[in-house]
């Protein structure tokens, strides 16, 4: 099979799966069908043997660490909230809460609550919403797999757009722009070359918004500009290439971080 072929699999479990990212995701993964991604770069980047942990081997961190599972539930809470304010219908603070009260208690309830909390104060309240966790897919040159990605948000203001991406954790980190420069391509492709801004939302976790020192939301502005799109194809391939080696010897050196991995305790074992 190419990887035109490739592409048009793809296109077609992005319409099965309807908008649903997570079963696109896990098919794609559970079909074996090649593709690459900013997650999957960054992480083989970040050490190649969690990559074939990950993505190889199909492992999930075992204890699954907690940030998981509070960052799925908020970008879920996010996607609730945008959807409501997509038909009409605002989302209220108490039933945006109800799922995550469902799903877990103490601190990292009181994370969740406070950053829906923040949410409603800073979401993109004048803005039409054009998509909420959009998949896409990207034939970039004949030497990648295809891209794949997922846009949290797509806004528009009169002729402009903004594309959102959510970040959460106990503080706010720098962001890593190959994921916006693939977004800006996307976009480029499929919205015809619009004025689009990019901005990465932070929310930190807090237990109590009263008795913060430092902010607990930061919406950073990213510039998507030439160079970067250059500097950002360069990464694909080099992380591509660094993954077909992992596939090839099906084996892949220990070299990164272990102290902040969620792989340490089955990797070291
Ligand atoms: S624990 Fe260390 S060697 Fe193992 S996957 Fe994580 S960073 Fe790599």
Request: hydrophobic share 35%.
């Amino acid at each position: 099979m190419t990887y035109v072929d490739t592409v048009t699999t793809i296109e077609a479990i992005i319409s099965q799966t309807q908008g649903d990212s997570d079963r696109f995701a896990e098919t794609l993964r559970h079909q074996g069908i090649r593709h690459i991604s900013f997650s999957q770069v960054a992480a083989v980047e970040a050490c190649p043997q969690r990559y074939y942990l990950q993505y190889i081997r199909m492992l999930d961190p075992d204890p699954m660490p907690p940030y998981f599972t509070k960052g799925k539930l908020f970008h879920q809470a996010l996607a609730r909230s945008y959807q409501g304010q997509m038909n009409g219908q605002p989302v209220c603070e108490d039933d945006l809460c109800q799922a995550i009260d469902d799903e877990c208690q103490g601190d990292s309830r009181l994370h969740l609550h406070n950053a829906v909390q923040v949410h409603l104060a800073n979401r993109w309240a004048d803005y039409e919403v054009v998509a909420i966790e959009q998949p896409f897919v990207l034939q970039l040159d004949e030497r990648l797999p295809p891209v794949v990605g997922v846009i949290d948000l797509i806004l528009r203001h009169n002729a402009d757009y903004a594309v959102i991406d959510h970040k959460t954790g106990h503080d706010f980190y720098a962001p890593d722009v190959l994921q916006m420069a693939v977004y800006a391509e996307y976009i480029r492709r499929s919205y015809g070359d619009p004025a689009c801004e990019f901005y990465y939302d932070q929310y930190r976790w807090v237990r109590n918004l009263a008795r913060i020192r430092k902010p607990a939301f930061e919406r950073k502005q990213v510039s998507v500009h030439a160079d970067l799109w250059q500097l950002s194809l360069a990464r694909l391939r080099h992380g591509s290439a660094a993954i077909d080696t992992i596939r090839t010897t099906n084996s892949a050196p220990k070299s990164g971080e272990c102290f902040r991995c969620p792989y340490r305790s089955i990797c070291w074992d």
